[in-house]
C-alpha cells in the first residue's frame, strides 16, 4: 500500500490551501515605525532605507491616516529632535518632536492607536541610551529619565509606552512613574528580549542615534543567549509589562516560539531595519519576489507565535493583503 497517507491531496488547489492553512496573515497584526524630525513638508529619504523617510509632524499625521484607511490600527513613533544633549532632554521635553507628533496624530487620525519608543539614544549627543560617566552608561540614574520620557509621552495623548533602552528595572520605573501621575491605563509594551544585533545599521542612519563611542553590547543583550532572553522577559512581566517585543524577529524565531510558549502574555516582534533594507536591496537587484518574500517572511513571524509584528512593511503588506 502506497503511500496510506497522501499529505498532498490538501495541496491540490489555491481553496483548499487557504482552507487548511495553520497561520493567518492579516493588516491588524501590523505596527507601523514612524521617524518624527522638525520643520515642515519634510519627506526625507532614509538612503539605508528605500522607501521609508523622515517625516515632519504633519507628513507622520498623513501617513498614520493612509496606514490606518489599509488596515494598519498602529504606528510607533521615533524621534529626531532639532537639538541633542548628554542626557537627551529632548525626550522628555513638553514640545519635543515625539510629543507634538502624537497630539498631531490623536487630532487628525483618531482611530490609530499610538505608541512611543522611550529611549535616549536618539537624543543624546553620544547616541547611547542613558546616562554617561567616564565612558559607562549608568543604570539606576537613567531610570528616572526615561520614566520622565514616558510621562511626557503618556499626557501627549500615546496610548501606549514602549521601552527600549534594556536598562534593568526600567519597567518597574515606568510603571511606578505613570501609576504615581494617574496614567494608571497606559500599558507598557517592552523590549523584553532586545539584542545587540548587527540588523541595527539602518535604524540608527535614519534616527541618527549610532553612538559616539563604544557600542551597546554591555545592555543589550548577547545574540548567542536564549535562557537570558527568558529570564528578561520574566523579569520584564514581574515589573509590570503589558506585552513584551523580541528584536530582531527573524534572527530570534527560536525566541519568539520559547517566548510564546512560556508565557501567557501578547508577544509582539520586530523586523528591523536591517531585515528590511537586505530584502529591499535583494529585490530591487532582482534576486528574490519583494512581495513573496515580504509576506514570507511576515508569515514566518506571526507562525514563530508572534501575536503583534512592527514591521517597515506595514503599509505594503496590508495593500498586498487586500489585492488578494
Not at 518624527?36 to 501617513?63: H, K, N, T, W, Y
Request: proline residues 6%.
Amino acid at each position: 500500500m502506497f503511500p496510506v497517507e497522501r499529505p498532498r491531496r490538501l495541496r491540490r488547489s489555491e481553496v483548499l490551501r487557504r482552507m487548511v492553512r495553520e497561520t493567518e496573515l492579516s493588516a491588524s497584526d501590523f505596527i507601523y515605525p514612524v521617524f518624527v524630525c522638525p520643520g515642515r513638508g519634510v519627506r526625507d529619504p532614509i538612503q539605508a532605507m528605500p522607501g521609508c523617510f523622515r517625516l515632519s509632524v504633519e507628513e507622520a499625521a498623513a501617513e498614520g491616516e493612509e496606514a490606518l484607511s489599509l488596515g494598519v490600527p498602529a504606528v510607533i513613533l521615533f524621534g529626531i529632535p532639532p537639538h541633542k544633549d548628554a542626557e537627551g532632554s529632548g525626550a522628555w521635553a513638553e514640545d519635543g518632536i515625539v510629543q507634538e507628533a502624537v497630539r498631531a496624530l490623536k487630532r487628525q487620525v483618531p482611530g490609530l492607536f499610538v505608541i512611543t519608543d522611550v529611549c535616549l539614544c536618539e537624543y543624546t549627543d553620544h547616541g547611547h541610551c542613558g546616562k554617561i560617566d567616564k565612558g559607562e552608561v549608568l543604570n539606576d540614574p537613567t531610570l528616572a529619565l526615561l520614566a520622565r520620557t514616558a510621562i511626557s509621552q503618556a499626557r501627549a495623548g500615546a496610548d501606549m509606552v514602549a521601552p527600549s533602552d534594556m536598562m534593568d528595572g526600567r519597567v518597574a520605573a515606568i510603571r511606578r512613574a505613570l501609576d504615581e501621575q494617574g496614567l494608571t491605563q497606559t500599558p507598557i509594551l517592552s523590549y523584553a528580549a532586545k539584542y545587540a544585533s548587527a540588523f541595527y545599521g539602518p535604524f540608527r542612519e535614519a534616527a541618527g542615534s549610532t553612538p559616539q563611542f563604544g557600542d551597546r553590547k554591555a545592555y543589550q543583550m548577547d545574540p548567542a543567549n536564549a535562557r537570558e532572553a527568558m529570564r528578561e522577559v520574566a523579569l520584564d512581566l514581574q515589573e509590570g509589562a503589558d506585552l513584551i517585543m523580541v528584536k530582531p524577529a527573524l534572527p530570534c524565531l527560536d525566541i519568539i516560539r520559547r517566548v510564546r510558549e512560556a508565557f501567557q502574555v501578547p508577544v509582539a516582534a520586530y523586523q528591523v531595519s536591517g531585515e528590511y533594507s537586505m530584502i529591499s536591496a535583494a529585490a530591487e537587484r532582482g534576486w528574490v519576489d519583494r512581495k513573496l518574500v515580504i509576506l514570507e517572511s511576515l508569515t514566518a513571524i506571526r507562525r514563530a507565535g508572534a501575536d503583534l509584528v512592527l514591521t517597515y512593511f506595514a503599509k505594503e503588506a496590508a495593500s498586498l493583503l487586500k489585492a488578494g
